[in-house]
């Protein structure tokens, strides 16, 4: 692949569904994602794709922004790139990684984008992201502001086990396209 394109994929879940564009730039081992996040239930919809409070608080991004994802390579060459909630890193530091989510009313949608440059250590040839989202309740979140236009909550690590990952289909970087992997 040569040149720059974006491409479109569709992933659905039973809480919501994604809507992402991938635009990938070999020469600059560039990603570029734009997505929108439906929520498809009838409650409010946490989304795991503003990163944590540490980062926040130590300005490595802005309230209601989209972080540089975490990524991990698999077994067969796969590369994930992720939003999520991650679980509290032991031992706790002092200042932990709070999630933070996006809430989404029922039947209402998010948008976002964010840009990713293959580390050129990574040799994967074929990448998909995935996105943590869980049913938004009282117990689990706390702290609501509204920051860069998104209704933004503190999550409790207790999410971590009970989110819903949503990953688009592998898309595969040498030609530019998506495709079903049986991988």
């Not at 802005?62 to 796969?78: H, I, N, R």
């Not at 933004?152 to 040498?174: G, I, K, M, P, Y």
Request: net charge negative; with cysteine; hydrophobic share 45%.
């Amino acid at each position: 692949m040569s040149a720059s394109r974006a491409v479109s994929t569709e992933a659905t879940g039973t809480l919501a569904a994604v809507k992402a564009s991938f635009d990938y730039s070999p020469s600059e081992r560039l990603l570029k994602v734009a997505y929108r996040i439906d929520n498809a239930s009838d409650a409010p919809l946490a989304v795991f794709d503003r990163g944590d409070r540490h980062a926040v608080l130590s300005r490595q991004h802005a309230a209601g922004a989209v972080p540089t994802p975490f990524f991990a390579v698999d077994e067969e060459g796969g590369v994930t790139i992720s939003h999520e909630a991650l679980p509290l890193p032991t031992p706790a530091p002092t200042s932990p990684p709070t999630p933070l989510a996006a809430k989404v009313a029922p039947g209402a949608s998010i948008e976002g984008s964010f840009e990713f440059a293959l580390p050129m250590s990574l040799e994967g040839d074929r990448l998909r992201w995935c996105v943590g989202v869980a049913p938004f309740t009282e117990a689990d979140f706390s702290a609501g502001e509204k920051a860069a236009g998104i209704d933004l909550w503190r999550a409790s690590f207790a999410v971590v086990e009970s989110q819903q990952r949503l990953c688009t289909a592998w898309f595969d970087l040498e030609r530019g396209a998506f495709v079903e992997s049986s991988r």
